[in-house]
């Protein structure tokens, strides 16, 4: 079964502010996860990973927090664009399940002109 | 360069039909994957090859079978398709099994 869950399914966000995605895990022996952005119709894209000897990591106007203590990660979006809108999936990689990707089922980001 | 491919992109089915999701890489990448994709839910393996000649089954393995042709291709074979197996389809590749994965475009498949 599903070993990481988004804490809400949808979030509504006003452009130009910053979003907030939450992703909880179960699994403390989870050791590497990933963020995807899947727009309608097409394919999940990769956006940025993180592995847990780090606690943040920023790309190109987002930022992935790992909290191990509560096992609890977050993507951060800066100044949300149209273009932002999609559904956004975390993912964990388990060494003890031949590092298959678990995936939640995701938020739904609404950007408000 | 194009990535991850799949064929085809729609297709509908009468229950009992088979066929074969096509997928191919050009990233010279070992490993692959399959996965379904059913509303308001996150993508769910089918089946995986960790590397040309390997295949395991992932979390939903049952009326599916799969052949890694070669380095390249990945395919997904339905042998008798259900109303249960409507879905959208995604093929994956990562460059090892500890690696971000890249996705297809997907297939739709809708089984009548």
């Known amino acids: 079964g599903e070993s990481v869950g988004l804490h809400l399914p949808t979030l509504s966000v006003q452009e130009g502010d910053n979003s907030i995605i939450n992703c909880a895990y179960s699994n403390s022996a989870s050791d590497y996860f990933i963020w995807y952005k899947q727009e309608s119709g097409k394919g999940p894209q990769f956006i940025i990973d993180i592995r847990s000897n780090m606690d943040k990591r920023q790309g190109q106007r987002v930022t992935v927090l790992l909290n191990k203590t509560v096992k609890h990660l977050s993507l951060q979006i800066a100044a949300t664009q149209p273009g932002d809108s999609a559904v956004y999936f975390c993912a964990e990689i388990l060494p003890s399940n031949d590092y298959k990707l678990s995936f939640g089922a995701g938020t739904t980001v609404t950007v408000r002109a | 360069n194009a990535g991850v491919t799949q064929t085809p992109k729609f297709q509908v089915l009468k229950t009992g039909q088979s066929m074969t999701l096509q997928c191919a890489q050009d990233m010279n990448h070992n490993s692959m994957y399959w996965y379904r994709q059913d509303p308001g839910m996150g993508l769910r393996l089918i089946y995986y090859?960790?590397?040309?000649?390997?295949?395991d089954k992932g979390e939903v393995p049952n009326g599916y079978n799969v052949s890694r042709l070669n380095k390249r291709e990945f395919s997904l074979r339905l042998e008798s398709a259900a109303p249960s197996q409507t879905s959208v389809y995604f093929c994956?590749?990562?460059?090892?099994?500890?690696?971000?994965?890249?996705f297809g475009p997907g297939t739709r498949l809708t089984v009548l």
């Open positions: 994956a590749s990562s460059a090892r099994a500890y690696n971000e994965q890249f």
């Open positions: 090859s960790a590397s040309e000649g390997t295949t």
